[in-house]
């Protein structure tokens, strides 16, 4: 279907813009992006490759990303005091991205689904089956982390001479097709046609630097949530590329070890994106995951 509005959603009441694809009475697939990542983010290839293997599939932009609410009244996010303990400054945390999206579920008419997360997409995913759990089917966190202190830490040397992202709209496809080749997959070609297409789309549809910032710092006050994983008892999915940049393998590895009974899969290659090769591969494992799941709840 075309892309749509969710109102009122969650405790908040906000807009949610979503796109649904696939058979409603196929299994539903939620899949959720990371910090400053649009629904656009998950390459509609790819959703297709999940459709062609009996799921339906639903992608949207978090709050603060695209043509969702942005909180644009709300205080600037200051990393520095966060780091320190000084937790003003965030207006939300994952628990509120969590909700968010049972909100969107509600708006659905979804009672139970099968999230999959990417970066912090996979931490939004880690919360809701640990504050929502009676909504979720199957878990699959992708290039994420728990929040424990030394796992899943970026390399930041690699990035730092991005410099922050420019205003004018050639110059910004210029920005992140740069920053996306840095956080790219060594193992497969990176499409670069491809990265600034998309990179012109996330301009158009609302690219929002305080946004991201906001959403990074939610991650930072949310804090560690390895123990709370321990009590996951869904069907859990880790995918982690073994060259990821932006979420060193760690993370997955600390996930895995969180979730009882969760199945590690370690893509050699693979960094901190999706490319174009991996996809049947991808929506095979993942589709896999979701139809056992199925009937393992059933």
């Known amino acids: ?49 999940l459709v062609g293997r009996g799921v339906q599939v639903i992608r949207f932009d978090n709050r603060d990303a695209g043509r969702s609410t942005h909180l644009h009244d709300a205080p600037v996010p ?15 945390t994952l628990a509120d991205l969590a909700a968010d999206s049972v909100g969107l579920l509600d708006a659905l008419g979804l009672t139970g689904v099968h999230l999959v997360g990417s970066s912090m997409g996979g931490m939004i995913a ?14 699959t966190s992708m290039m994420s982390t728990t929040g424990e202190p030394g796992m899943g830490e970026a390399d930041f040397s690699l990035f730092a001479a991005l410099g922050p992202p420019p205003q004018d709209r050639e110059d910004f496809i210029e920005w992140q097709v740069r920053a996306l080749r840095l956080a790219a997959s060594p193992g497969f070609a990176f499409d670069a046609t491809a990265a600034a297409e ?53 993370g997955g590895r600390a996930t895995a070890g969180a979730v009882p009974n969760a199945d590690l899969w370690i893509v050699e290659g693979m960094g901190h994106n999706l490319p174009h090769e991996l996809w049947p591969q991808l929506a095979a494992r993942i589709a896999e995951h979701v139809h056992h799941a199925e009937t393992v709840t059933a």
Request: proline share 5%.
């Open 198 to 250: 998309r990179a012109g789309q996330v301009f158009d549809r609302g690219y929002d630097v305080l946004g991201m910032q906001r959403q990074g710092l939610a991650v930072v006050a949310t804090g560690d949530r390895t123990e709370r994983l321990r009590g996951v008892r869904v069907p859990t999915l880790v995918v982690h590329g073994a060259a990821d940049p932006v979420c060193d393998i760690s």
């Open 126 to 139: 880690q919360m809701i089956a640990i504050e929502h759990a009676e909504r979720v089917r199957s878990l």
């Open 78 to 92: 200051d990393f520095a005091a966060a780091l320190s303990g000084d937790l003003s400054s965030a207006s939300y």
């Open 1 to 49: 279907m075309a892309e749509a509005t969710a109102h009122n959603v969650g405790p908040p009441g906000i807009e949610i813009a979503y796109e649904r694809f696939g058979d409603p009475d196929a299994p539903a697939v939620l899949l959720i992006t990371g910090a400053g990542a649009q629904l656009i983010n998950w390459p509609e290839g790819f959703c297709q490759a």
